[in-house]
């Protein structure tokens, strides 16, 4: 639900902020200061603090710099130190400010020692006044962090983490874009004990707040807010969203109002209104003025596009002290496309797509198939927990781009209709072989977005590559550099804890991951697959070892990987060099010189060990070379052959070829009870009548009594 156009007149407070010292603050036998509170006047400087310690002394890391992602520094940026740690003795240490209209403070820890003896020294530094300045939310906007400012503007939605925090969104209409209230004291002056429900808040009450303004990210907040006064609205709706299927229907939405009236615009076109009846409020002792009741019908047409579509529907209410507006949210499915490959979404720009999970990282995942791969983000609601290498995943999303990064916003938001997951993955995968990034390929990659705009058609190729460099630290951050190269660098996007680079700091590394998008125009980030210490080979593809595949149980699972040799009618035979595997009908077919791997259940048929129907294959690389076996020749025991052979054996045998309608058969020399049935790609009629050797995977009998010898051949010779 959305609130807009709402003003009203509130009166001016007066609120005044005492500075405080801890108690004994100056009592610590460990360290003396000459002040607990420094002050800088608000047109920039410096004011200096001394220093006696018997022990070495630093400044805390307990300055939260980013929220979600726990990364803390010594000092918020509108502050600098000239020193932040000192050894035992006398330190002098000075604190700088540039100018800045109005106030901000910052309380600073001191600790000195370590372990059980380590103790806590406090300090405040302020800069100029903290009485607040009453400001809209678009001059918010444009104050440096740190100033305290008071806004009145309506509640138009909570934010993550409401009930506890107080986190909430606000908009006073004089701005496009909402700003966060990040963290609200309770009607005790309480903070993080539900303050929402201490205040009685509603979606459209108008608040006057007071508090520090902060910028996260590109997300502009006012932190630990105290709450001046709180005006409830004139409105209330009893629903706040809807969610409609493609179909359409009439739906009822109740509106209470206090005002002259309950006025009702749908913003889009498909949403139409039928009917409104009014019902007036009783009232009562207890409540002398009740609000009315508009019952409002409307109706939703039918959606005949592949895209969902969201709509709102405006709901306002207006009286003599004011206004109030709140939207009702219609969220309306589509015909979803049909499954496609990647490639083939990214083109369409809304695609139904499915791959298999090849790196995950705090923030969502790589989901890749056989023609390329995009980040699946989910934000801080993610949970890593719930996902494994190696699931298969389907999706049907818009794609869209961030930092020209191809990704799929999988956060809830406008367009995410569907995440299923089609199979369990193993936790882990067969990764292609990397591309090495070396400083060209890095340049040109930078080089590639230089002058244009972050889009769909200007993402980044989301690839998987290898690199040697060292992590060194970047201000707040730590990026991986390249030897002799500091025009660029790399970064770890949304790292998960086994990859921390603070232990790798200033060593060579190799760094194995996807590539994922480019921020600041100089940092590759990258979703990490791999990090070792000092430089490692490229590697190579390991093929699985067939034989202990033949050697299952029927009906047990395996997963394997090798190289596609042959592909007939009705399946493809995948080899590891040595002998075939054949892989009967499977979920989607490999071109043959594409590295796969295989997840499914052995079985027999007709003697035969393959896999069952349906079984599932990823392409992991493409183009492979396709190792050359040398053929046994079967043609002196070709009736008797397929009673005692299991696997897709590389053979050849002699024989006339004859082209029979869409048939073709090989009478084999000497051979009565069976006759050759051929399939593949090197059959041609110029053969018909003549004597050939055809060498190829064998992969089963079939006809009455097994009387076709059927064979997947990948070479034929004319004798």
């Known amino acids: ?427 882990s995968v067969t990764y292609p072989t990397p591309k090495v990034l070396d400083k060209n390929a890095l340049a040109a990659l930078v080089e590639s977005i230089k002058g244009k705009s972050s889009s769909v058609e200007n993402c980044i190729p989301v690839e998987y590559v290898q690199l040697t460099g060292t992590p060194k630290k970047n201000g707040s951050y730590i990026n991986v550099y390249l030897d002799g190269y500091t025009d660029a660098d790399i970064s770890g996007y949304q790292l998960p804890a086994q990859f921390d680079l603070n232990t790798v700091l200033d060593k060579k590394v190799t760094i194995r991951g996807y590539t994922q998008s480019i921020s600041g125009g100089s940092h590759l980030n990258i979703v990490f697959t791999e990090m070792v210490e000092g430089e490692a080979e490229v590697p190579t593809i390991e093929y699985t070892d067939l034989s202990t595949i033949i050697a299952l149980a029927d009906k047990a699972e395996f997963t394997l990987t090798g190289v596609t040799a042959a592909k007939g009618n009705k399946g493809v035979v995948v080899t590891d060099g040595k002998t075939g595997f054949y892989v009967y009908s499977p979920a989607t077919t490999p071109a043959v010189g594409d590295i796969v791997t295989v997840s499914g259940t052995k079985t027999t048929f007709y003697n035969l060990v393959e896999s069952n129907q349906g079984a599932t294959v990823t392409v992991v690389e493409s183009g492979a070379a396709v190792p050359e076996l040398v053929a046994t020749d079967v043609t002196s025991t070709f009736d008797a052959y397929p009673d005692s052979v299991h696997a897709s054996e590389y053979i050849s045998f002699t024989g006339t070829y004859q082209t029979n309608g869409s048939n073709v058969n090989v009478t084999v020399d000497g051979a009565s009870k069976r006759t050759g049935s051929l399939q593949g790609s090197v059959l041609d009629p110029k053969y018909d009548g003549k004597k050939v050797k055809v060498s190829g995977y064998y992969i089963g009998t079939s006809g009455t009594g097994g009387i076709y010898f059927v064979l997947i051949a990948t070479k034929i010779e004319q004798l």
Not at 216 to 233: F, R
Not at 331 to 346: H, R, Y
Not at 370 to 399: H, M
């Open 1 to 427: 639900m959305k609130l807009k156009n709402l003003f009203i007149a509130l009166a001016s407070f007066v609120f005044v902020f005492a500075a405080c010292e801890k108690e004994d603050a100056t009592s610590l036998e460990s360290i003396q200061l000459d002040k607990t509170y420094l002050s800088i006047p608000a047109s920039g400087g410096d004011a200096v603090l001394n220093i006696k310690a018997s022990q070495p002394w630093s400044l805390a890391k307990d300055i939260l710099i980013d929220k979600d992602n726990k990364v803390y520094g010594e000092l918020p940026a509108w502050l600098t130190a000239s020193a932040v740690s000192g050894g035992a003795g006398e330190s002098k240490v000075t604190f700088h400010a540039d100018a800045i209209d109005g106030g901000r403070e910052q309380e600073l820890h001191i600790l000195v020692g370590s372990g059980e003896s380590q103790v806590t020294q406090y300090i405040i530094v302020r800069q100029g006044e903290l009485k607040p300045v009453e400001a809209t939310c678009a001059e918010i906007k444009t104050m440096p962090d740190g100033k305290n400012v008071r806004v009145t503007a309506t509640i138009t939605g909570w934010a993550s983490n409401a009930e506890r925090y107080g986190n909430m969104w606000i908009n006073d209409g004089t701005t496009e874009g909402d700003i966060q209230i990040y963290g609200m004291a309770d009607k005790d002056g309480k903070l993080q004990n539900n303050p929402i429900a201490s205040w009685g808040l509603d979606i459209g009450d108008i608040i006057t707040v007071e508090g520090p303004k902060s910028t996260y990210n590109t997300t502009i907040e006012l932190v630990d807010v105290t709450v001046l006064e709180v005006v409830k609205a004139l409105l209330k709706l009893d629903t706040e969203s809807l969610d409609v299927d493609k179909d359409g229907k009439e739906f009822v939405v109740k509106a209470a109002y206090k005002g002259n009236g309950t006025f009702v615009n749908p913003n889009v076109d498909w949403i139409s209104l039928v009917s409104m009846e009014y019902v007036q409020g009783v009232p009562s002792k207890l409540e002398p003025n009740p609000a009315d009741t508009a019952v409002v019908k409307l109706r939703v047409a039918a959606n005949e596009t592949v895209k969902p579509r969201t709509g709102t529907v405006t709901f306002s209410s207006e009286s003599a002290d004011g206004s109030t507006a709140m939207d009702v949210t219609v969220k309306q499915g589509a015909n979803a496309p049909d499954l496609s490959t990647i490639a083939e979404g990214v083109k369409a720009g809304y695609g139904h797509v499915k791959g298999r999970i090849m790196a995950i990282c705090k923030r969502g995942y790589i989901l890749a198939d056989e023609t390329g791969a995009f980040l699946a983000y989910y934000g801080s609601k993610f949970k890593p927990e719930n996902y494994k290498l190696g699931d298969e995943i389907e999706i049907i999303d818009e794609f869209g781009h961030y930092n020209f990064g191809l990704q799929m916003s999988c956060d809830g938001k406008d367009g995410f209709i569907l995440e299923e997951k089609v199979s369990e993955g193993s936790g």
